[in-house]
């Protein structure tokens, strides 16, 4: 077995660059997020604060010495970045266009410029999903373009997607020469929830960013209803879509070697599976859209493993696995093998976000999350070091 089997790599991991960052801090004074704001710390030192859902700060990185260091503390040996929401979604199609293909060089020079894993491979230690501007109003040629260069980056072995799509979700018919460039180009498919769910769900006791963050953002990966202004309030007048609809639309059927890495390990998209294929059976208008059982096509899917807990990836590896069973009627056995399911799965951090309370803390979204893979009942050794990383090697084609 090559050394390069044993590395650990995290795929959902994010950085904001510092193109990205002028525009934020550009906004400073604006009345609505995304912005960031430059506070003087007790010790006069200057601090950026990124404020991208109301009221909740995060830190901002800029630089890969920054996320190195992260990197090193905590054992992972590759990161495959990304720009982090609300990516560009705020801006203007003409101004979204220059600045995604800007931004898109930009990460290509952030990974090329960082070191190799070691003196004896090619593997970098950095790698980026590019961006896509996905706004209102911009054209194909305009989206086509930015494919094309993507794919003509090196470093660059993807894009992230948000769920908004050009205004009217990923399912959106206009989306289709989209998804078969980026199909043709074998480039993956970071599908990242946006802003979460609207915060009246929540109530009105203080419980802090606790809800929006554990069940908004999983809940946006696996369907969301309405269309958010840039207040990240909601008016409900359009339904924005994520992988659900992406089902529903017969995305895989047209596109069958499009590659899908769904956050959140897919949301709840797992748990509700067999409802979901059961009320298709149910309703006319879907019932004779789709070639297979709904169930089949999340075996289509790579998800992460950022679940921080076994019994969730287990249970996650489990209906991934059984996905074959559903390609027709006379399908073989359902039965689930977590092992097979374990090849759809790779680990992530979601870093920089959830820093713990103390600088001298490791963060937990890697320790716990690198203990739920090791403590998954019906995982070999080597299905554990395969979501710890080979799988990512593979997915991305990361060789030494």
Sequence with gaps: MSPASKLLVDIHTHVYLPRYAALLRSRAGAAAVPFIRTNTTPEGLAEDRLLILDHEPSESLTSWSEKLKFMD?????????????????????????????????????????????????????????????????????????????????????GLIMGTRG?????????????????????????LHPHYGVDGSAWGDKDNGHVLPLALGFPFETTTVSSKYHFSFRIRPQREMKA?????????????????LLLAHSGGA?????????????????????LKHDAR?????????????????????????SRSAGYASVASVSKVANRSTGSKRML??????????????????????????????????????????????????????
């Excluded at 803390?361 to 080979?390: C, F, H, M, P, Y």
């Design 73 to 157: 503390k905590h054992g992972i040996d590759v990161s495959v970045v990304s720009t982090a929401n609300p990516w560009l979604d705020f801006l203007p199609a003409s101004q979204a266009h220059t600045l995604a293909a800007e931004l898109n060089d930009d990460l290509e020079q952030y990974c090329s410029t960082g070191p190799s894993v070691s003196s004896s491979t090619q593997i970098k230690r950095l790698y980026g999903f590019g961006l896509l501007p996905l706004v209102p109003e911009i054209t194909t040629s305009a989206l086509l373009e930015i494919v094309n260069q993507i794919s003509t980056l090196p470093h660059l072995r």
């Design 166 to 190: 050009i205004g009217n979700g990923l399912d959106d018919e206009a989306l289709e020469p989209v998804w078969a460039a980026i199909e043709k180009a074998g480039l993956v498919v970071f």
């Design 243 to 259: 992988a659900t609809r992406l089902i529903l639309s017969g995305v895989f059927d047209k596109f069958p070697n499009l590659r």
């Design 269 to 289: 998209l797992p748990a509700l599976s067999s409802r979901l294929a059961s009320c298709i059976d149910h309703d006319p208008a879907v019932a004779s859209r």
């Design 296 to 320: 089949y096509y999340l075996g289509k899917l790579y998800l992460d493993a950022v679940t921080y807990g076994p019994e969730e990836l287990g249970f996650v590896s489990d209906v991934i």
């Design 347 to 400: 680990f992530g951090t979601d870093h920089p976000f959830f820093p713990p309370l103390s600088a001298t803390e490791k963060w937990k979204s890697v320790t716990e999350n690198l203990e739920a893979i090791a403590s998954v009942q019906g995982w070999s050794k080597g299905d554990k070091d395969g979501v710890r990383g080979r799988n990512a090697l593979a997915l991305f084609n990361l060789q030494g």
